[in-house]
């Protein structure tokens, strides 16, 4: 019984966390609007520095930042042989997906 108690409360304490919380989903893309592979968009600080959250891009360029407090966040983007791009101000609000699609350009000091 004390376990059946402990799961309900702990099924209520999730939903009511993902209930007051929001993400930023997208595309990251390169120049052709192609979805770049395992590219990456980690949340950082206003000194542009990672901080635990982010996540890699699925195989079509597709990601999630999920789970996020309401408030504004920056979030850098990259990928291997592209220019890391930061988006600053990205509103998220309680129970609302926030889209951002982010086209990174080519590295081209990589190429010489």
Known sequence: MKTLFASIIFMLCIFATKAQT??????ITNQYGEGLRFAR????????IETEKGVKADAKGNYSIRLLAPGKYNVQYSAKGYVSQI???IIVSADKSTFMDIQLKPDTRKLK
Do not use: C, L
Request: hydrophobic share 25%; proline share 0%; net charge negative.
């Open 22 to 27: 929001g993400d930023i989903s997208g595309k």
């Open 41 to 48: 968009a980690m949340e950082v600080d206003s000194q542009g």
């Open 87 to 89: 988006q600053k101000g």
